[in-house]
């Protein structure tokens, strides 16, 4: 019974149904005029929902599986680090260096001293003279 106290047919209920579903493909089928057409759909709508329902129990029994799979690798054999890293972050700009204090001049020589000799130097074979020429 509707709400005017009349009895509803299977038939309108359905058309009804289909009239205000937002569900994609049955107001196609109730709009199509050709019995082919609404074949068409019909086989269309009910083989998309078909690929729905087996794909949502492919997810469901992976996901149900409680699969643990931990798989590492490193895409080199070895690191190659270089022997000296030389940080160019600078904070004083040379042309300003007059302003500073002496302290503070002869520790920045020192260092541009010892990149100097760091670059003319073979670094390999004299690391220890290195080490030994900072902690001068």
């Not at 038939?11 to 493909?25: D, I, N, P, V, Y």
């Not at 895409?75 to 904070?91: M, R, S």
């Not at 002869?106 to 290195?130: A, C, G, H, P, W």
């Amino acid at each position: 019974m509707d709400s005017r106290g009349k009895k509803k047919s299977f038939r309108r209920l359905c058309q009804r149904f289909a009239e205000k579903t937002s569900m994609q493909g049955v107001p196609y089928i109730n709009n199509a005029k050709l019995t082919g057409a609404k074949i068409i759909w019909t086989i269309l709508l009910v083989a998309s929902l078909a690929a729905m329902t087996y794909h949502l129990i492919f997810l469901c029994d992976q996901f149900f599986g409680y699969p643990k799979i931990t798989k590492i690798s490193l895409g080199f054999d070895e690191l190659v680090l270089p022997a000296v890293t030389i940080c160019n972050v600078n904070p004083f700009m040379k042309s300003q260096m007059d302003k500073v204090s002496k302290k503070l001049k002869k520790l920045t020589n020192s260092v541009m001293n010892f990149t100097t000799e760091v670059r003319s130097l073979d670094i390999s074979t004299n690391i220890s003279y290195y080490i030994q020429f900072a902690k001068v």
